[in-house]
Nanobody, 121 residues
Framework: VQLQASGGGLVQAGGSLRLSCAAS????????LGWFRQAPGKEREFVAA????????YYADSVKGRFTISRDNAKNTVYLQINALKPEDTAVYYC???????????????WGQGTQVTVSS
């Protein structure tokens, strides 16, 4: 499965972005999907995940209430709606696919190339 992330950009604090991640295969609907991020000089961290049915989602405490993960299996796409952006949200955001909607990057098999989100204060 090839994943292509997009939607990043430069925004002011308090702004919003919607990240998208499109998959190359129709088997996309069988996978759990996750978003991770990596800020400069820091390790990659879990952001959000969604089960293959889209019925259950998980979020890191730092983004709860501001980020929303969703998926459209008909379009082979997963989304991350990011609201109330903070400078500390600045990072490269990666989408990933795996068999379980876990919080560890080792639980995911396929990774997208990442999209940069930069939040100015």
């Amino acid at each position: 499965v090839q994943l292509q992330a997009s939607g990043g950009g430069l925004v002011q604090a308090g702004g919003s972005l919607r990240l998208s991640c499109a998959a190359s295969e129709r088997t996309f609907s069988s996978y759990a999907l996750g978003w991770f991020r990596q800020a400069p000089g820091k390790e990659r961290e879990f952001v959000a995940a969604i089960r293959w049915r889209g019925d259950i989602t998980y979020y890191a405490d730092s983004v709860k209430g501001r980020f929303t993960i969703s998926r459209d299996n008909a379009k082979n796409t997963v989304y991350l709606q990011i609201n109330a952006l903070k400078p500390e949200d600045t990072a490269v955001y990666y989408c990933a696919a795996g068999w379980a909607a876990g919080t560890r990057d080792s639980e995911y098999i396929y990774w997208g190339q990442g999209t940069q989100v930069t939040v100015s204060s």
